[in-house]
């Protein structure tokens, strides 16, 4: 290669490693919240519960939880990501067991992994769960997502 092929080489090297440098710069970090990230359907068990399969299906805020026995519900979802640890609060519109309906269930939540942990109080508790830990009134599921195929 001649220098003149040589010295074209490295320009057109030296402008591409520009323009990509540019076009990384100019690009939007797009952050997903945990709203996003809880959206989908997860399946899994209750923690030191009866055993069974629970099965949650997000859409939105709208949440389908079939859970085994009458303890099935439909209703609308809200996290606050701000709180230590973070919470979610779930309004129930729909469920076989009457006295829940219209009650909210307070919960924490996090990720670990590419498990979704949720601990909650009985619908209608105005108390939200301390830690991740079953008993006194707080039942705590591990969930896996789904994927679709």
Do not use: H
Not at 35 to 40: K, L, S, V, W
Not at 56 to 61: F, K, Q, R, S
Request: proline share 3%.
């Amino acid at each position: 290669m001649n220098r003149t092929n040589y010295g074209k080489l490295m320009l057109s090297l030296a402008m591409i490693i520009i323009m990509t440098a540019a076009g990384c710069k100019n690009r939007k970090v797009v952050d997903v919240t945990d709203t996003d990230r809880i959206q989908g359907t997860w399946k899994g068990k209750e923690l030191g519960g009866s055993g069974g399969e629970w099965k949650l299906v997000i859409t939105g805020d709208q949440v389908l939880v079939d859970g085994p026995g009458p303890e099935d519900y439909t209703g609308t979802i809200t996290l606050d990501e701000t709180t230590s640890p973070k919470s979610a609060r779930l309004r129930i519109d729909k469920c076989a067991v009457k006295e829940y309906i219209g009650t909210t269930a307070n919960n924490i939540y996090k990720f670990e992994d590419d498990k979704f942990i949720l601990a909650g109080t009985e619908p209608g508790s105005d108390t939200k769960p301390a830690s991740f830990q079953s008993g006194n009134g707080t039942r705590v599921f591990e969930l896996a997502k789904v994927q679709v195929q």
